[in-house]
């Protein structure tokens, strides 16, 4: 996603492509006192030791994005954007982060408040040498493996004394990254279903600190569809009988999604959203096959069996066929100039207006797509009347 | 849609089947005061000799609808309906109703004002009859070939004077009975692709009469889900760049709609509404093909061409596999309780709080399916308020 | 499968149905001096308490099979049935079996050969009470857990010492029925992918008997498909890359593939198949969810990937819609007719000629669906020259 | 589809890419002593202005296929072939051809018999610059619009007269550029619908002179499918009650294929193949509809109702998604060497044995692709015998 985000600025910048397909750049999210995006710089922290130019011509060679020529005049854009990569941490990863090849870069040793104070390091770093206004943190890293909030101490004070010490629960490098974020001021989102700010302990923190934050799991494909179908059985009074998806994709995201440890993170946000638009449980299954032909390519099939009136059943079908990371940069982007805004109008806590993003929003029980947006542009106009 | 009305209606009443599919029996349109679906009597005009027994007895036998139990249950309340059915004016309704075999019972000869005197007397006559507080009317008959308004007078007057004549322009029969329902005071709905009341003279007449009414076009499936897809598309700025999709049934519906000139007034509606949520004319292609052996069962495959970020084409298909009847008979239901609600608080001239229940709502440019809900819950809330 | 069946041959007796669907009742298959459809009588063992009659009625109020009068005028054919149903043996059927409610009557106390003694009484009971001139012994019965035939002797004498052994590894039931089954000289045919008569020791059993068998596991519908299609991209040099299936069902096979054990079984035979017809192995993953609202309906979709001309990445993809038992039902006929004439005409051993019948086609390496035909009505030929 | 092949030639002789989708490079096809493609010469005639080297990079920026670096390395190889490509005639072509813009090249003015002679020297000039041992005429051209060969004399000398006279009906350009290539011995393939030799007159023409001759129509996509799936049907005796189909495609074959005259040529091929396997007419439609943004990329929709046992009513659907030019160029190539090879062994007049290869073979009744590739594997065989 990074690296489709960094070609994605740099042809916006340099007018190889329209900004189509970013909503901050349409009504009504483009009447807001937005930064530009020719003013954005990117950073990161990496595991693998990939380049973001390596990574984009693998998008061209074997999914076929981009143009050659468009990559060649980026290349630019993105050798700068390297300049401002830093070796991540593994903590929390999972065995299937270690077991890459090659071997990720971040070390696993030290303790997590080790960790957090390197990454601080790194963003303060970043923001000075680039002379930033605002740097606006977002997790697009592979998914962790489902860790169990309960482990971790539900006040910040307790988990803040346990993060020095080398034994005991560690929250893994998402929060790490939220918690450094949050104590430099710097607004954080999570783009993944990893857990990431949303630990009782790290909001706390958030509250006390007056940085935005949210999450989780970007809203880019199958769950996207979910969220804008499920509503119409509701209002139709059409009732759900069975809910079955099967997606298959062949990028990093599929490989690591075929783990299951890493699989169950994912799924338990697509299905408990439509238990939750609907209002009670129907049968569901979602799989996922990592098949690697598909390279960033994803499809998605969902069979929803319904039951209208006098009982009879029916279905309807969908199949979507995206590019995973064509359909996530620009909502990256989106994000950062959302939670700019925020906090430059002096925004803090949980941007829950920023839901219509999310499969699981932070704070926010709705979950029909339609209403996410009417709260979004909701936000807009309040904020254009001030 | 009548036969499926009148089974679902008695099955109902009786205890056999759940109201499943009234929108109308579910949060939050059931907490207004909407009279009780046992007290629905039904009654009709109707052009073909059969029966809503031997109908509903079809549609057993060719497309699995109901059981033999249920049927044999409901026989006396279809019988009951079958009392109430007069024969109908077949004015305008094209060459091919007037092919079908056997021949419709409806006379042609006569002037438009005597075969609309003959419906006022028989709506009277069923009201009478059966000791009833209101009526409401409503088109459930087969689409009508495409006519173009603009030959009919702009104003009730002389629309009027026009309908006693044996010569010149005539409206068509859903036009016929639009006007005999609002001189009578009754709520007209138009449920079909047909002229019906969206008329200016016809329209004049009901805000002269105070008499709701509302059209035109059920939106049971395929225009059902481009309605609630197609916002979809706007909110992340994903460019369709078109939207072709392919229809098949088998009922009679299916077999009028294999005409042009029929087909031609219900296409206008489907495709108008992309446009009109999108912002722009996407290509566009809707095909309807007659295949007997479907029966009652319509498949719509769709095919949704767009563009994301960077220009990268993308796709969504999906399929519709449903029974039209089974969908459009609850709406039937619904519309009659609400349109009756409306009626009994003094309301009068276009519901355009109905809009949801339409693909071509009269009086209303918003064609978002979330909307258009969200506007009757506001409709709701306001009735309860007062 | 097995009520279908009597429900059929009771409907095509009476003349309440025509023989669609039969393939030995078209050409050329219908040209062989096969016996009459009407003088077939059936029996069965059976673990479940829910007699043909039950059965029939659940997948006519369920799945929406057969009308309610074709029942009323096959139940004296289902009755007959019934008569000649005996408790079968739960050896090696796994848990998922054990645990059905209700409870199974087979026993599973004794030894493996005082089950096969008591299954041998019942075939010749069942012979001589009906006056047949012989019995077809067909294996219709839930999937069993995989088990490795490596467990077994390789050679009958020994296998047969130690059926009568209390401890030691035992055939599961299907192999049972087919030791039975050959020890009566009654042909023994495996519709399913329990192990049957696929054991070396069994095979070596059939041919010093002269008794003919085959299996296994009948091809009724996603395999089918698959096998037609492969020899396509193999015929055009169309490389597939990964052919990924998802198949959702919600029968009582449904319930038992749901069990990783039970479905280790099924998905062994339909992937071998692919890699069978290729000449090399796609990737492949066949999902398997059981969707109770389906019923007998089953659903499966499959996603081909492949390469073309100058390494171009194209795409197939098939939804198949069908209804388990009407598929197999009348192959379980045509079997039970063309192993019947097979063994009238002095025919032994393997019956290879059978092949197109089978996901797992015992004695036959090849698995093109029209090569399959071809051999069967080469056979035909064969017979009719003679 | 020439320019595709012209890519795909340049990029094997020069170890590009290798011979995958080449029926002709694999068992047992590339047995036979084929010429070798690093061999073959291309040449032709054209309407449109527009280059090989244009068309190939317009494939690639619009359709995303080739690569930028493949096609700077292919250029030599397309321009040679340029330096092949003379003006066409479009007698016969229809309006749709008239109309495109830029003007065609090619001249309407003068006899047949003087575009004959004009194609004739064309032919002769390519094969001696060259220094060929032999040329295969291949049509490649757009659909021309539906002509019935009625209008045309039987006989070869009757129609011989007639091309020389201004009046009367002339044949179109498919069936001259036959007549050039059989009266120089060339053998002469027509991979279109379009008319080409499959007139009575000029079948007898190329029975005398020996000159070998196929067509018409490459199978490509659907309509392969079509002759994959249908034996299946048959050989269950599943019985098909509808076989709808709807197309959409952006090329240039899309954009003439919008016509209806020319869509007619195309559908009626695409019909009588379902027929002609059964063995009945179930209901059928195709559509095709231009759906630019598509550009060479098909999509197919095609749904298969059909009854099995006991009348039941069941469905497949498929989905093909591929690339039209990547399609059919593999087999240009192949029916090239296969025909150069049946002529060089003295083979004469159609080449019954190519069959598998088109949607309607010339002098062959049997649409089993199954059947079709038997065939041609028999005729290997015979030869490899020879």
Redesign the interface.
């Known amino acids: 996603v990074a690296a ?1 985000v960094a ?2 600025l740099g ?1 916006i910048k340099r007018g190889l ?2 900004p ?4 901050t ?2 009504k009504p999210l483009c009447e807001l006192a937005l930064a530009p995006t020719s003013r954005i710089e990117l950073g990161g922290h990496e595991l693998i030791g990939r380049t973001p130019m390596e990574t984009a011509d693998l998008l061209h ?1 074997r999914s ?7 990559l060649a005049r980026v290349r630019g854009d993105l050798r700068e954007f390297q300049r401002n990569i830093r070796p991540g941490t593994a903590i929390g990863c999972g065995r299937a982060i270690e077991e890459l090849s090659p071997r990720p870069r971040g070390a696993r040793s030290g303790t997590a408040q080790q960790a957090i104070d390197r990454i601080r390091r790194d963003l303060r770093d970043f923001s000075r040498r680039n002379r930033l206004d605002r740097v606006v943190v977002i997790n697009v890293a592979s998914t962790e493996p489902l860790i169990r909030r309960q482990g971790l101490p539900d006040r910040w004070a307790a988990l803040d004394r346990q993060l020095g010490k080398r034994s005991g629960a560690a929250p893994p490098a998402s929060s790490l990254y939220a918690i450094a974020a949050i104590q430099e001021s710097m607004p954080y989102i999570n783009f993944t279903p990893s857990l990431g700010c949303d630990v009782p302990a790290i909001r706390e923190l958030a509250e006390a600190r007056g940085t935005p934050i949210m999450g989780s799991d970007g809203k880019t494909g199958e769950t ?2 979910r969220s ?2 499920a ?2 059985f509701r ?5 759900v ?2 809910w ?1 998806g ?1 997606n ?1 994709l062949g990028n990093r995201d599929g490989r690591i999604l075929a783990i299951p440890a890493n699989k169950a993170a994912k799924l338990s946000n697509k299905e408990q959203l439509l238990a939750s638009i609907l209002g009670y449980r129907p ?1 569901t ?1 979602t ?1 996922i ?1 990592f ?4 390279d960033d390519w994803k ?1 998605a ?1 969902d ?1 929803v ?1 319904f ?17 995973d990371s ?2 996530a ?2 909502l990256v982007i989106d994000l950062a100039r959302l939670a700019d805004y925020h906090a430059s109008r002096g925004g803090r806590g949980v941007m829950t207006h920023l839901a ?1 993003f999310f499969k699981a929003p932070m704070g926010v029980s709705e979950h ?4 996410q ?2 709260a979004l542009h909701g936000y807009v106009q309040d904020a254009l009347r001030r």
Chains 1, 2, 3, 4 share one sequence.
């Open positions: 489709t070609v994605g042809a492509a329209s189509n397909g970013l909503a750049a349409c060679r076929g994005l981009f143009g050659e020529r468009l996207l569809l804008v179908l509503p119409m209002a139709r009074d059409l009732r009988l069975s079955t099967h298959i049968h299954h799989g096959d098949v690697e032909s598909l499809t099939w069979h069996h039951e209208g009136f006098l009982g009879t059943k029916m279905n309807v079908q969908f199949i979507w066929q995206a590019c064509i359909l940069a620009p219509c029909s797509f339609a209403k947006v009417d």
